[in-house]
């Protein structure tokens, strides 16, 4: 079954020091990966995707993410976290059942302590 | 300039009544969703829009019935309302169906 997952409900960092939230997946063909934030009572805001090329994909905010094909992962990571990047952070893999839809994962809880 | 404005935002109402939530989106997308957020913060896709057809309808009950006018809008009717539908809905929009999708603010509906 095509999936994606986020293994850690929450992650803690300190601000200041580097932050990695962590997606694997499972889909079927080359997978289109993105990673969402949601900041609370917001909608959803796209940060970055991978489609294909270089493994190491930049966004916003700082944001980036790194495409593992041997691993299926695509962590998302922040060399140097700030206190506002506390949030709710989403993972998402396109996969195709009769049209392409978006499948997420269960979200992380990022909280960046000062 | 909102690019995806969804109307109310919040909406509290009792059980077997009918609402509606308006979508729009000023994107110039082909590609509009709906998206149910539970109380666990899962998110689920509803139904999927391209150039006003629907293209995916996810096992949705019969109840939730989506409107597209044209491709800027998408509108979500709900009939006979029920506790479990308690949830805060989100309109979303794609350039094309599967890539990055930009959401609205979300509606919060309270079914009592």
């Known amino acids: 079954a095509q999936s994606v997952a986020q293994p850690e409900d929450q992650v803690n960092v300190a601000e200041g020091n580097p932050l990695t939230v962590k997606c694997t997946y499972s889909?079927?063909?080359?997978?289109?990966l993105f990673w969402y934030v949601q900041y609370p009572n917001r909608g959803l805001q796209f940060l970055l995707k991978?489609?294909?090329?270089?493994?190491l994909v930049k966004g916003s905010y700082g944001f980036e993410a790194e495409f593992n094909k041997s691993q299926t992962s695509f962590h998302l990571k922040k060399p140097s976290a700030l206190v506002s990047d506390s949030a709710l952070y989403f993972c998402?893999?396109?996969?195709?059942?009769?049209?392409?839809?978006?499948?997420f994962g269960a979200g992380t809880r990022l909280f960046v302590k000062a | 300039d909102t690019a995806v404005s969804q109307t109310p935002k919040y909406l509290v109402t009792q059980m077997g009544n009918d609402k509606s939530i308006k979508c729009e989106q000023n994107?110039?997308?082909?590609?509009m969703y709906w998206y149910k957020q539970d109380s666990k913060k899962f998110l689920k896709i509803m139904f999927s829009y391209n150039n006003k057809e629907l293209i995916i309808n996810e096992t949705v009950p019969n109840r939730f019935s989506p409107k597209s006018p044209d491709k800027a809008h998408l509108n979500l009717h709900i009939n006979s309302l029920e506790l479990g539908d308690s949830a805060v809905y989100f309109c979303?929009?794609?350039?094309?169906?599967?890539?990055?999708?930009?959401f609205g603010e979300g509606s919060w509906l309270t079914v009592v």
């Open positions: 979303a929009s794609s350039p094309q169906s599967g890539l990055e999708s930009y």
């Open positions: 991978y489609i294909t090329g270089d493994n």
């Open positions: 998402a893999v396109r996969v195709h059942t009769g049209g392409f839809k978006t499948i």
């Open positions: 889909v079927s063909g080359n997978p289109y």
């Open positions: 994107l110039g997308h082909d590609t």
